[in-house]
């Protein structure tokens, strides 16, 4: 590392590094009054569609003046409304991923890369050095020299993440940054996406619905709806006392869709390749239902089990998601069933990618709704 | 719905009539006399300067028409469809009223004779007259084309660049110009191709004078006075100007590389 390199490693470890964000943006027929801070780190702001979270990203990265409220990144006021502060996008070291790539037709996927370096002065094969450093770290290196509108959307995003990465920035703005790669390679793309960000020294907001994608990127959950941050906090908080049904309802959750049936004597829910035996409640069979199983609901085994659970799934383990206090273990059932456990019992079934396993469901660990 | 029979019949009528003067051109030219007819030293001296005059006028009218398109394509102000209005007059405003126009705006006693007098300076019936003209009659079908251009571009791109650092000029030469670029050949075809056959106001700012004022269009005119022949043959050869000017554009010449 050259001796500058120590220098801003020095500057950053001095300050608190931390965002701290009072968003006040007023538009046409929506409110946003985001309230929220994150330390250096990955933060992920959680919402549903059309909670706000765009906006969020805009009005951090410079692109939409506050209405009112200020943002302060690593102790430098960004913008505060009332002291008539406001500094232009390209005053903010912000690597900011778009949730549409945007990347710039003209150039490269590389030279698209190399441009935040290149317009912060470094020259030009530096700066080609450091693109392709991160295209290689996201899976993007192949590439390197293609246009734009030659790149798919999940490739294209690939590339976008990369320009954002290289941009050396304070503070990271990832908006949705895998929503575009196919469920083949978002496992592949989450865990690069992983090891680039703990690499990274200042804050990384990651914006996302998604909150599997929240739980196994960040260590921290800021919940946003309707223009309001709800609910700040770690994934064990989400969990045990969510702020809102939305919160709730999609702390990890597998969600089932399918459609009951009467098999000797019980009733099943078939779900593509699965067969749950269910409570049918008051649905008969033949009725559309979805069923939700609470991914801790589910026990693993390397053998049979031999218990009380009627409902054991044989599959192979497709991946192992670091969670913050447990591991998420996701069979290639379809469709997939993840289970939560601990680290302990990981190490002790020495549970690994394509590791067959059993999981085992009881009845009344189901919940069932009619769909 | 398909364009019934007589629709594609009246179609080959209109076809007819544009494609008939064109063909009139190349068959009635003397293609015997080519040399002696255009290898003159008038004929010579029109062409170089109708290429210069042409040449600079699109020059010229890029530095007007680029930051009026800005303008016109990126703010809101009270009167804005008033100064487009005012902006594209000179396209359908008769060439001849743009020359009296010219005249009362710049002549020995126009508008700003006296000033430009004051600093030794007098524009009608010199070159700069014929620049000036066809500046005129031709920035227009700049502007119109960079403002649809301008008013095209994904402004998304441009916040993508500032996020990354980039400064205005960086932002203006990496994402405005490159987007720009269709547009920006389209507009200098036309705009190149109107000053090269710019006459009327041509012939009432600056003259005809052979060798200063006399651009092609105006020595075919003359031309078509004392020798028909060589006329048509110069007639063909502009014809032969545009025509390539057009291909260049259409043909893709200019467009993005995939």
Redesign the interface.
Same mark, same amino acid.
């Given at each position: 590392m050259s001796p500058g390199g120590h220098g801003i490693a020095a500057a950053r470890a001095g300050a608190s590094g931390a965002l701290e964000a009072r968003l006040r943006v007023a538009r046409e027929g929506f409110a946003l009054a985001a309230d929220f801070s994150a330390s250096p780190g990955v933060t992920a702001l959680l919402g549903p569609n059309g909670a706000g979270k765009s906006t969020v990203v805009a009005a951090l &990265? =410079?692109?939409l003046p506050l209405s009112g409220g200020r943002v302060v990144a690593d102790g430098r006021v960004w913008e505060d409304v009332s002291a008539g502060v406001r500094l232009?996008?390209?005053e903010?070291?912000?690597?900011?991923a778009?949730q549409?790539p945007?990347l710039?037709?003209?150039?490269t996927a590389l030279d698209n890369v190399a441009?935040?370096p290149r317009?912060?002065g470094i020259a030009r094969p530096e700066a080609r050095r450091r693109a392709a450093d991160w295209l290689e770290r996201l899976d993007a290196g192949h590439l390197a020299s293609r246009?734009p &509108? =030659?790149l798919s959307g999940g490739e294209a995003q690939r590339v976008a993440l990369a320009?954002a990465l290289a941009?050396d920035a304070d503070v990271l703005l990832l908006d949705e940054p895998l929503s575009a790669q196919d469920v083949e390679a978002r496992a592949a793309s989450r865990r690069a996406l992983a090891e680039s960000l703990s690499a990274f020294e200042g804050v990384a907001l990651i914006v996302t619905h998604d909150p599997v994608e929240a739980l196994t990127l960040a260590g921290r959950v800021a919940v946003i709806e309707a223009g309001r941050v709800v609910q700040q906090g770690d994934a064990e908080a989400l969990r045990r006392r969510p702020a809102s049904p939305w919160v709730a309802a999609l702390a990890g959750v597998n969600l089932l869709r399918g459609r009951l049936e009467a098999a000797e004597g019980e009733v099943v829910l078939a779900c593509e390749g699965l067969r749950l035996a269910v409570l049918p409640g008051d649905l008969a069979p033949g009725a559309e239902a979805a069923a939700v199983v609470s991914p801790r609901a589910i026990t693993l085994s390397i053998d049979p089990p031999r218990s009380s659970a009627r409902n054991v799934i044989a599959g192979a383990v497709a991946s192992v998601d670091p969670g913050i206090d447990r591991i998420r273990v996701t069979l290639d059932t379809r469709p997939p069933l993840t289970a939560e456990i601990t680290r302990e019992s990981l190490a002790g079934l020495g549970i690994a990618p394509g590791t067959r396993l059993y999981a085992a469901v009881k009845v009344t660990e189901i919940e069932l709704f009619p769909a | 719905m398909r364009p019934p029979f007589f629709v594609v019949a009246l179609a080959a009528v209109a076809t007819a009539f544009f494609a008939l003067p064109l063909i009139g051109l190349v068959a009635e030219a003397p293609w015997g006399s080519v040399g002696s007819a255009l290898l003159t030293r008038q004929v010579a001296r029109a062409a170089a300067l109708s290429a210069l005059a042409s040449t600079a006028a699109v020059g010229l009218g890029l530095a007007l028409a680029l930051p009026l398109a800005w303008v016109l394509a990126r703010t809101r102000f009270p009167g804005r469809r008033w100064l487009r209005g005012l902006v594209v007059l000179p396209m359908v405003l008769p060439p001849v009223v743009a020359g009296v126009g010219l005249l009362t705006a710049f002549g020995r006693r126009g508008l700003l004779g006296g000033t430009l007098d004051a600093i030794g300076v007098s524009i009608p019936f010199t070159t700069a007259a014929v620049v000036i003209a066809a500046t005129f009659v031709s920035a227009p079908f700049l502007v119109v084309t960079l403002e649809a251009g301008l008013a095209g571009l994904d402004r998304r791109l441009e916040d993508a660049a500032a996020t990354l650092g980039a400064s205005d000029a960086r932002v203006f030469r990496t994402v405005i110009l490159p987007g720009l670029r269709p547009s920006l050949a389209a507009g200098v075809a036309l705009a190149w191709t109107r000053a090269l056959g710019e006459f009327g106001a041509t012939i009432t700012f600056a003259g005809n004078l052979q060798g200063r004022t006399q651009t092609t269009p105006l020595a075919v005119y003359e031309l078509l006075q004392t020798d028909a022949g060589a006329a048509t043959l110069l007639s063909v050869a502009l014809l032969a100007a545009c025509l390539v000017a057009v291909v260049a554009v259409r043909g893709g010449l200019f467009r993005e590389p995939e």
């Open positions: &990265a =410079g692109l232009p996008p390209r903010r070291r912000v690597g900011v778009f549409e945007r710039l037709p003209a150039l441009y935040g317009a912060r246009r &509108a =030659g320009r941009a | -």
